[in-house]
């Protein structure tokens, strides 16, 4: 049975989930447990409907890369290039090497995953890697207590094609384990690093909404914690090793409020670090009117939950509205949730440029920020233009004026990729079971202008060379042509078909060869030729597979 995330069921299910609601705020769990049962039992017997395919601009591709996974919930990047996510409700952390999968390398113990929303939620790499081998963990926990764990890594460590690597149970170190988990909706989830080396992990109010505006009760709360002065190997928490002394509250008597650097969040299931200004973009799921995307710039920011919604009042608690709350940066309407609309917004990536230039997206989306809805599907990008954020222009090929992409329903994480694709996890293909998915989202750049017909073909040096995984090969046609590329070894013999005899138009191309032959198998160290057949015209280039 797949779970729903972050906090509301889709279509003719959702009035149902109205009543949820309501049984948990009159107390009523025994019949809001019954009632969520009912409201999932339902979902799974929806059609099973494949996953509808996205629409995204010209020029961009998005491609199916892992398919048949178990709620794939968050991604991480080792700095080497492999791809580590976690599974939602088996708790197993999975990794990717180029395109191989490797089994699970770690199932977390004690994770509790009754609950809809509950799980493993959140993962995050040590940025001192392979020197500080760490991963870190955000989960329910049994007992009714989010922890927030640290494993250490043996194995491979900084080797991109090895899937050799596991994560010790017997390692881990608990940084937090009291955060409140009485209900088991708005958890919260996401850990990330900062610019600033430290680590920072979004909580939820745990569904006791007027708790975020206390710094001690860890929750609705944005945490910022210093991981360097933690011994190696288990142990216990021991949250004055955490306090920053930089930290907004690290003056005050409870050390909980040491470790917090924003405050009046509701549920920031998803949220990114923009890696050039050390900002936070934070997704912050709505109650009944707007979903929202706040921006952590400060230290010590009120994002004014749950006096304000989006831009609405809503709620005093009983004490008058604070000063200087920090309003978001954009809102959308999710008023239309009851009959399937918005609902969940999920905070993606600030877009920025890598080190390879024919990777990156074109050079008008630095700095763009990406989010997208659960349960609607769209992809959003916004635009900064002196001191506000708005939608950015539209683009050619974009499915509406208002969404970058339509079709991404169910994605519960996004992380702009060493190659610079936007990579995301799709958590479910209409909440069935085992249908989870890891896709990419590159740029393959059309034509800027028609090319005069006495233009040559040209066949792009691979990248990278040497390769530990996949290579891109790139190359533009000055006119239309029936185009076959493929991979040999010095002797001449095929190796793979990357494309094969289909008709092309005019315009520049990119494609990726997984480093795999024919028949799946990983081919081995060499020097191997890339041969790019036009019409008559064999082009050939070299490059070389290490591993």
Same mark, same amino acid.
């Not at 937090?176 to 996401?190: F, K, L």
């Not at 990119?510 to 032959?517: A, I």
């Given at each position: 049975?797949?779970?729903? @995330? $972050?906090?509301?069921?889709?279509?003719?299910?959702?009035?149902?989930?109205?009543?949820?609601?309501?049984?948990?705020?009159?107390?009523?769990?025994?019949?809001?447990?019954?009632?969520?049962?009912?409201?999932?039992?339902?979902?799974?017997?929806?059609?099973?409907?494949?996953?509808?395919?996205?629409?995204?601009?010209?020029?961009?591709?998005?491609?199916?890369?892992?398919? !048949?996974?178990?709620?794939?919930?968050?991604?991480?990047?080792?700095?080497?290039?492999?791809?580590?996510?976690?599974?939602?409700?088996?708790?197993?952390?999975?990794?990717?090497?180029?395109?191989?999968?490797?089994?699970?390398?770690?199932?977390?113990?004690?994770?509790?995953?009754?609950?809809?929303?509950?799980?493993?939620?959140?993962?995050?790499?040590?940025?001192?890697?392979?020197?500080?081998?760490?991963?870190?963990?955000?989960?329910?926990?049994?007992?009714?207590?989010?922890?927030?764990?640290?494993?250490?890594?043996?194995?491979?460590? !900084?080797?991109?094609?090895?899937?050799?690597?596991?994560?010790?149970?017997? !390692?881990?170190?608990?940084?937090?384990?009291?955060?409140?988990?009485?209900?088991?909706?708005?958890?919260?989830?996401?850990?990330?690093?900062?610019?600033?080396?430290? @680590?920072?992990?979004?909580?939820?109010?745990?569904?006791?909404?007027?708790?975020?505006?206390?710094?001690?009760?860890?929750?609705?709360?944005?945490?910022?914690?210093?991981?360097?002065?933690?011994?190696?190997?288990?142990?216990?928490?021991?949250?004055?090793?955490?306090? /920053? /002394?930089?930290?907004?509250?690290?003056?005050?008597?409870?050390?909980?409020?040491?470790?917090?650097?924003?405050?009046?969040?509701?549920? $920031?299931?998803?949220?990114?670090?923009?890696?050039?200004?050390?900002?936070?973009?934070?997704?912050?799921?709505?109650?009944?009117?707007?979903?929202?995307?706040?921006?952590?710039?400060?230290?010590?920011?009120?994002?004014?939950?749950?006096?304000?919604?989006?831009?609405?009042?809503?709620?005093?608690?009983?004490?008058?509205?604070?000063?200087?709350?920090?309003?978001?940066?954009?809102?959308?309407?999710?008023?239309?949730?009851?009959?399937?609309?918005?609902? !969940?917004?999920?905070?993606? /990536?600030?877009?920025?440029?890598?080190?390879?230039?024919?990777?990156?997206? /074109?050079?008008?989306?630095?700095?763009?920020?990406?989010?997208?809805?659960?349960?609607?599907?769209?992809?959003?990008?916004?635009?900064?233009?002196?001191?506000?954020?708005?939608?950015?222009?539209?683009?050619?090929?974009?499915?509406?004026?208002?969404?970058?992409?339509?079709?991404?329903?169910?994605?519960?994480?996004?992380?702009?990729?060493?190659?610079?694709?936007?990579?995301?996890?799709?958590?479910?293909?209409?909440?069935?079971?085992?249908?989870?998915?890891?896709?990419?989202?590159?740029?393959?750049?059309? @034509?800027?202008?028609?090319?005069?017909?006495?233009?040559?073909?040209?066949?792009?040096?691979?990248?990278?060379?040497?390769?530990?995984?996949?290579?891109?090969?790139?190359?533009?046609?000055?006119?239309?042509?029936?185009?076959?590329?493929?991979?040999?070894?010095?002797?001449?013999?095929?190796?793979?078909?990357?494309?094969?005899?289909?008709?092309?138009?005019?315009?520049?191309?990119?494609?990726?060869?997984?480093?795999?032959?024919?028949?799946?198998?990983?081919?081995?160290?060499?020097?191997?030729?890339?041969?790019?057949?036009?019409?008559?015209?064999?082009?050939?280039?070299?490059?070389?597979?290490?591993?």
């Amino acid at each position: 049975m797949s779970p729903i @995330l $972050p906090g509301r069921p889709s279509s003719a299910e959702s009035s149902l989930a109205r009543l949820v609601s309501i049984a948990r705020a009159a107390g009523l769990l025994s019949i809001a447990r019954a009632l969520s049962v009912f409201v999932v039992l339902l979902l799974g017997l929806a059609g099973a409907r494949k996953a509808p395919a996205s629409q995204i601009p010209t020029g961009f591709t998005d491609s199916l890369l892992v398919v !048949s996974l178990d709620n794939p919930v968050a991604l991480a990047f080792l700095p080497d290039g492999r791809l580590m996510w976690a599974e939602l409700k088996t708790a197993r952390i999975r990794l990717m090497a180029g395109r191989q999968l490797a089994g699970p390398i770690a199932v977390i113990d004690s994770v509790q995953g009754a609950g809809q929303e509950q799980g493993l939620l959140g993962i995050a790499i040590d940025p001192r890697w392979p020197t500080s081998p760490y991963v870190y963990l955000f989960y329910d926990a049994l007992g009714n207590f989010i922890r927030i764990s640290r494993l250490t890594a043996s194995g491979d460590l !900084s080797s991109p094609a090895s899937t050799n690597l596991v994560l010790d149970p017997a !390692s881990r170190r608990d940084l937090i384990r009291d955060i409140p988990d009485v209900h088991d909706n708005h958890n919260g989830g996401t850990l990330r690093f900062g610019t600033d080396g430290m @680590l920072y992990a979004g909580l939820a109010e745990d569904a006791t909404s007027c708790t975020a505006q206390d710094t001690v009760s860890l929750r609705g709360v944005m945490l910022r914690m210093n991981i360097a002065g933690l011994p190696a190997g288990p142990g216990a928490p021991n949250k004055a090793l955490l306090v /920053p /002394p930089d930290n907004p509250f690290a003056g005050h008597s409870n050390v909980n409020a040491r470790l917090v650097w924003a405050l009046g969040l509701r549920n $920031p299931f998803r949220w990114s670090i923009d890696p050039a200004t050390g900002s936070i973009f934070i997704g912050d799921v709505g109650f009944n009117t707007y979903e929202e995307v706040d921006i952590a710039d400060a230290p010590g920011l009120d994002f004014g939950w749950p006096f304000y919604e989006g831009p609405l009042l809503y709620s005093p608690c009983g004490t008058p509205v604070p000063p200087n709350l920090r309003a978001p940066i954009y809102y959308y309407d999710r008023t239309g949730f009851m009959q399937g609309g918005a609902a !969940s917004v999920i905070g993606g /990536p600030v877009y920025h440029a890598v080190s390879c230039p024919s990777c990156n997206f /074109p050079g008008e989306y630095a700095g763009d920020y990406f989010l997208s809805d659960f349960y609607e599907g769209f992809l959003r990008r916004l635009k900064r233009s002196g001191g506000t954020w708005a939608l950015a222009p539209a683009v050619p090929g974009q499915p509406s004026a208002t969404d970058w992409g339509q079709g991404f329903r169910e994605v519960a994480d996004y992380a702009v990729g060493p190659d610079g694709a936007l990579w995301y996890a799709r958590l479910s293909v209409n909440f069935q079971p085992l249908s989870g998915q890891i896709h990419r989202i590159f740029y393959s750049p059309p @034509l800027a202008v028609p090319l005069r017909s006495e233009d040559a073909v040209r066949f792009g040096a691979p990248y990278p060379s040497p390769t530990r995984g996949s290579v891109r090969l790139s190359y533009v046609l000055p006119q239309a042509a029936r185009v076959e590329l493929g991979i040999f070894d010095l002797g001449g013999r095929r190796v793979a078909v990357v494309e094969r005899n289909r008709r092309v138009e005019p315009g520049r191309y990119s494609v990726d060869w997984s480093g795999k032959d024919d028949e799946g198998h990983e081919a081995p160290p060499g020097v191997y030729l890339a041969r790019l057949g036009v019409d008559r015209l064999d082009l050939v280039r070299r490059f070389a597979v290490v591993r």
